[in-house]
């Protein structure tokens, strides 16, 4: 069974740098199409995608938001941490973290379980 | 304001059937990307309803379906129930903003 589960604060300050922890099971990031990746959600508006992490390690980021994110695997196989750096309010929101996973092209792959969420209010 | 346009809120009585649609772009949907749907239940996580287009995850009821054509996608759910009271999203990937895009989602509303 796959699980995933994100911890972190649930409040930060302006200008801080959040930092999430992903902690997932059930998968290994080391198989070849499989991928973490980390959603956001302000109160009562649409997902927003945010970084990705494949299996090689490669990242990709919204570009965006992409001076301010970093996505990286833990020394522990299994946790994947999202840093996010000058928060501000407009960041408050429910961060999700997911695997996303397919076949093909990783472009292709969709998000096919997901974490219970986590509420970050700046 | 996202590059997959979806209607903000559509309605059905149950038993209906109801058809959501997104609507894209050159640069993900017409460049050949796949889409994906998802539903998110109230004060919970998104699942996954339709990946590939056309794709139903095992335990997603048959009620629900995907199809596209060039530039727009649509989920398709029949026999509408009360429990599928739910905002749904459509995802695909962009090719000129380099990621992965949701739609704006869609809130159904079972009369």
């Known amino acids: 069974q796959v699980t995933l589960r994100e911890t972190g604060p649930a409040l930060v300050r302006p200008t801080q740098t959040l930092t999430l922890t992903c902690s997932f099971s059930?998968?290994?990031?080391?198989?070849?199409?499989?991928?973490v990746t980390w959603v956001r959600q302000p109160p009562g508006k649409a997902l927003e995608w945010l970084a990705l992490?494949?299996?090689?390690?490669?990242?990709y980021y919204n570009t965006s938001l992409k001076t301010r994110l970093t996505i990286s695997q833990d020394t522990s196989e299994n946790q994947v941490v999202l840093k996010m750096t000058n928060m501000d309010p407009a960041d408050t929101a429910t961060y999700y973290c997911?695997?996303?996973?397919?076949?093909?092209?990783?472009?292709?792959?969709?998000?096919?379980?997901w974490g219970p969420g986590i509420t970050v209010t700046v | 304001q996202s590059v997959l346009t979806q209607p903000p809120s559509m309605s059905g009585a149950p038993g209906q059937r109801v058809t959501i649609s997104c609507t894209g772009s050159?640069?993900?949907?017409?460049?050949?990307?796949?889409v994906h749907w998802y539903q998110q239940l109230p004060g919970t996580a998104p699942k996954l309803l339709i990946h590939?287009?056309?794709i139903r995850p095992s335990g997603v009821p048959d009620r629900f379906s995907g199809s596209r054509s060039a530039t727009s996608a649509s989920l398709a759910i029949a026999g509408l129930q009360a429990e599928d009271e739910a905002h749904y999203y459509c995802?695909?990937?962009?090719?000129?903003?380099?990621?992965?895009?949701f739609g704006e989602g869609t809130i159904l509303t079972v009369l």
């Open positions: 997911a695997r996303i996973t397919g076949r093909g092209v990783i472009m292709f792959y969709s998000i096919d379980v």
């Open positions: 059930g998968f290994s990031l080391k198989t070849t199409t499989m991928c």
């Open positions: 992490i494949d299996w090689d390690g490669d990242t």
């Open positions: 050159s640069s993900n949907l017409g460049a050949g990307f796949p």
């Open positions: 590939g287009d056309t």
């Open positions: 995802q695909s990937y962009d090719s000129s903003l380099s990621g992965w895009v």
